[in-house]
Every structure is written in structure tokens, then in C-alpha cells.
């Protein structure tokens, strides 16, 4: 079992940066991916980025923009979001291997 917790949502006006984090915790490998998805309102879900040993997968509308790290260790993966545009406005979800979910996290860019 994997519980996944968000945090680091926000408001914060175009332009501006967030770091969300996500701790996970249970059974979590190296291989299987954790990353970022997000669900704007009336939109479905979007892959925004995802880790692996230390690959890295961006959605080409938040590439040059949003970086994803991995802490292996502490079972941490964070998003550093930065020149953030009011398109960016969801809801923020992790995810480990695309079966656990966190709850997700809000954010708000204000133009």
C-alpha cells in the first residue's frame, strides 16, 4: 500500500513560482514513476511531469518552465513551477506509477 500527501498550492499572480511536494510513503520503488498530473475545471486529467531512476517526462506546455525532482530517499518527488501563467490553474495531483493518488492541491495563477 502507498499513501501519497500534497503540499505547496497556492495563489500566486503570472509570472510567479511554486514548489508543490508529495510525500509518499509504503512500498515505493525506484522504477515505477512518480510525477504530476493536474485537472483544470471542465478538462480532463493531464500529465504534467513524471520521474524514473532519474528520467524525466514533461508535457510540452510546462517544458523550460516546471521542473521535477526526486528525492529517493525520503520517497519525495517536487514540482519547482516557475513563470507560471493563469493556464497553469488546477488542481495538482501525485501519483505513484499511476495507481495511488494523492488528494491533490491547488493552484491559482491570477493574471
Known amino acids: 500500500q502507498v499513501q501519497l500527501v500534497e503540499s505547496g498550492g497556492g495563489l500566486v499572480q503570472a509570472g510567479g513560482s511554486l514548489r508543490l511536494s508529495c510525500a509518499g510513503s509504503?512500498?515505493?520503488?525506484?522504477?515505477?514513476?512518480m510525477g504530476w498530473y493536474r485537472q483544470a475545471p471542465g478538462k480532463q486529467r493531464e500529465l504534467v511531469a513524471t520521474i524514473s531512476n532519474a528520467k524525466n517526462n514533461y508535457a510540452d506546455s510546462v517544458k523550460d518552465r516546471f521542473i521535477i525532482a526526486r528525492n529517493y530517499g525520503s520517497n519525495t518527488v517536487y514540482l519547482h513551477m516557475n513563470s507560471l501563467k493563469p493556464e497553469d490553474t488546477a488542481i495538482y495531483y501525485c501519483?505513484?506509477?499511476?495507481?495511488?493518488w494523492g488528494q491533490g492541491t491547488q493552484v491559482t495563477v491570477s493574471s
Open positions: 501519483t505513484y506509477g499511476g495507481q495511488y
Open positions: 509504503g512500498s515505493i520503488f525506484s522504477w515505477i514513476f
